[in-house]
């Protein structure tokens, strides 16, 4: 019988996992499917992703880098990642394009110390499948009392605890950050790794004559600047 564990933490407003809209070039594209090929046959029923994002706001909340969780199903051999998210509620995503969705962030990848039973991982994905299309909430995190929505964190706890795996006394004032402490602390799981998904710049392009290079960097700098920014302050 695997360990229960009592989470207790103060959430964060996990809503602001916002994941904006990227243009990838063909190369970034593709290293994020190899980095998807070569995570596929580590993950179980149950790993866990947990996001390594920019957003200060969620850092200085928890005191943690963890902004953003998700949770892995296998059907037929291949990994299919849930999570709740700002603006997309409840979905389902393959490895593939969940990955994508999140570069340039860090994943931290944590598995089921025990793997799950199968008659765990059938009660997984039956509550994983039965939240599909829920809406996004995250201002019940202050009260603690349950919303029509619900957050990442909130999810995937309530998917562990559906299976025995985990207690919470209130979900949904459980963070990323109080998540992966208390799954660690008490052994029901351990850190697998990470997995960078950063991708290569592209090259910028050169000004016909000084001025149009001026503008050119100008221009860029503006952008990664403002890019940065809402990252830390937007948390996109």
């Known amino acids: ?10 959430a964060i407003p996990t809503g602001m996992d916002l994941v904006p809209l990227r243009t990838l070039t063909p190369t970034a594209a593709v290293t994020l499917q190899q980095s998807a090929a070569e995570l596929a046959p580590q ?3 149950g790993s866990l992703l947990f996001n390594e994002g920019d957003c200060l706001a969620i850092r200085v909340y928890t005191a943690s880098p963890y902004t953003h969780v998700a949770i892995v199903l296998i059907e037929d051999g291949q990994p299919f990642v849930y ?39 059938r009660g997984l994905a039956k509550y ?14 202050v009260t603690g009392r349950r919303a029509d929505g619900i957050h990442c964190s909130e999810y995937v706890t309530d998917a ?22 208390g799954i660690t602390t008490t052994g029901i799981y351990e850190s697998s790794g990470t997995v960078n998904l950063s991708t290569p710049s592209i090259a910028p392009p050169k000004g016909a004559h000084r001025c149009h290079q001026m503008w050119i960097d100008t221009k860029r700098c503006i952008g990664h600047c403002c890019d940065k ?6 948390c996109r």
């Open 1 to 10: 019988m695997q360990a229960l564990v009592m989470l207790t933490a103060l």
């Open 43 to 45: 993950l179980q029923t």
């Open 83 to 121: 999570d709740s998210m700002n603006g997309s509620g409840v979905r389902k995503q393959s490895l593939a394009v969940y990955l994508i969705s999140q570069s340039p962030d860090e994943l931290h990848v944590y598995h089921p110390s025990q793997a799950l039973t199968e008659e765990q991982g």
């Open 128 to 141: 994983l499948d039965g939240q599909l299309g829920k809406g996004y909430a995250v201002h019940h995190h």
């Open 160 to 181: 562990l605890m559906s299976i025995g795996l985990l207690h919470a006394e209130r979900p949904s004032k459980v963070s990323p950050a109080s998540l992966q402490t």
């Open 229 to 234: 920014m809402s990252g830390w302050f937007l």
